[in-house]
């Protein structure tokens, strides 16, 4: 029985055999996120290839990897499989669209054709899952945006013994980058070189026989974050950063860029990276080819008001529990693409109306948001998108106030995750998962020491327990 497996687009995996295949993570078509990320480089399949899958396998909810326009179009008939992870709104999303989803408790095996296939859940609310595939003997990783490790990460290990081939991310989707204080760049609380770290610390630990760098390869094109495509790292900087490290690895790197495969009869068949020969002049070539798509985006953007219904919406978002500290004042000033825009103070369940900003003041840090991100954001439950966009600005004026804006952004973007209003099942499946991922509650706890005991920055914190695995 013959095995390929093809890297289709940014996050997109198709493995095949004689009697089946699944496609994993599928963003296909044109761009996520509000026109600011675009496949780079672009997508490569084969339609009648794609549409003859037995299964969609969806790692997580983010949109590029969950991307609805794609699904719609070439996967409207198909099995959707998905992680059972604690919150529904993956689940429920898909089913609104007219999918039948499939969820698989995090851990245990199912068959599909000649495929054995295991989802391994991680993180503590936005939830991600690694992928591994097993046939025709080969094992295959693919841990996409994952930050899997320590014991989570040896229980796969020991559970699916040598690893073939392993995918794993290798640049930031966050939006640290965003955080700004007033007179310097806050962006300096993460650290472009640490993908390239955790990337070589997390194959170090796994032991394939190739390590694939996946899930990364995306660009900026919407005018307002262009300048952002200067801190993504690509795949031939890792590369390079591979070959001048002073270390034998125990792996060889393997850059698969869109339309690269692997098959067993022939090995590893890829795909020029000559996109990233001059990526400055292709990225302008780029942004040029979608100019009318980003010019008649930034018309329809300008038209955009956000009604009262939505502020409501957004104060409900912003009041916290009893037992939790007050957010405290804030404000949020909503933009346009011709940099006009409105401003609101928010404060003690009160929206008031204030001159517009683009400064934040002492005591008071500023959330700088387009109408169009923050009017579905609000109406969709979907806040935690409008960071990963990049096409925010969170701003203050002292480390006291961003510590403070860090806690605010980081309540409303919960809410994507845990619904304003937890039904009974809602609250009993939090407790119940982690009786199946008791394993993860101790890299947690590593965690919590390493960054609140010994005041690491996250990025170090990731690395040190990567390190360990």
Not at 141 to 169: Q, T
Not at 343 to 370: A, C, H, M, R, W
Not at 377 to 394: D, L, P, Q, Y
Request: contains cysteine.
């Amino acid at each position: 029985m013959s095995l390929e497996f093809k890297v289709l687009s940014h996050a997109c995996l198709l493995i095949k055999s004689d009697d089946t295949s699944i496609i994993i993570d599928p963003w296909l078509l044109g761009s996520c996120y509000w026109r600011s990320w675009w496949n780079f480089p672009k997508a490569k399949f084969d339609i009648q290839e794609i549409e003859e899958v037995d299964a969609v396998l969806i790692s997580h909810v983010h949109w590029d990897h969950w991307h609805g326009p794609t699904l719609r179009k070439y996967f409207k008939n198909k099995r959707i499989i998905i992680p059972d992870e604690p919150g529904l709104r993956s689940r429920s999303d898909l089913q609104q669209m007219g999918f039948k989803t499939h969820p698989v408790k995090h851990g245990k095996t199912f068959k599909l054709g000649s495929f054995k296939i295991t989802l391994y859940q991680f993180g503590l609310i936005f939830t991600d899952a690694a992928i591994v595939i097993e046939t025709n003997g080969k094992v295959i990783l693919n841990a996409n945006d994952a930050k899997i490790a320590g014991f989570p990460l040896r229980e796969i290990l020991k559970k699916h013994g040598d690893i073939d081939f392993a995918f794993r991310s290798h640049s930031s989707a966050n939006p640290r980058i965003c955080y700004e204080l007033e007179g310097g760049d806050y962006a300096q609380y993460d650290d472009p070189e640490h993908y390239f770290r955790s990337f070589a610390l997390f194959m170090s630990a796994v032991k394939p026989k190739y390590a694939i760098p996946f899930a990364s390869n995306h660009c900026h094109l919407h005018k307002e974050v262009f300048k952002f495509n200067s801190y993504i790292s690509d795949p031939i900087e890792l590369e390079k950063y591979i070959e001048q490290a002073n270390h034998e690895y125990n792996w060889k790197l393997k850059v698969m860029m869109p339309g690269s495969k692997w098959t067993e009869e022939s090995g590893f068949h890829l795909e020029d990276p000559i996109e990233f020969k001059n990526k400055d002049i292709a990225l302008e070539e780029y942004q040029n080819e979608v100019k009318d798509k980003l010019e008649d985006t930034y018309e329809k953007e300008g038209k955009i008001e956000i009604d009262k219904l939505t502020w409501n919406k957004f104060n409900l978002m912003t009041q916290t529990p009893f037992y939790r500290k007050d957010l405290g004042k804030f404000m949020v000033s909503i933009t346009k693409p011709d940099g006009s825009g409105s401003s609101k103070l928010i404060y003690k369940n009160q929206i008031q109306d204030v001159s517009f900003t683009n400064k934040s003041e002492s005591g008071i840090p500023l959330i700088i948001i387009p109408a169009i991100v923050f009017r579905d954001s609000v109406k969709k439950n979907m806040f935690e998108h409008a960071g990963i966009s990049k096409r925010c600005r969170f701003l203050a004026s002292n480390e006291k106030d961003m510590k403070r804006l860090v806690r605010i952004v980081n309540h409303i973007e919960k809410k994507e995750r845990l619904p304003l209003a937890l039904t009974t099942r809602q609250l009993i499946r939090f407790p119940i998962a982690y009786i199946r991922r008791w394993r993860e509650l101790f890299v947690y706890l590593e965690a919590f020491y390493l960054r609140y005991l010994k005041k690491l920055p996250l990025y170090i914190v990731e690395e040190k327990i990567l390190n360990k695995t």
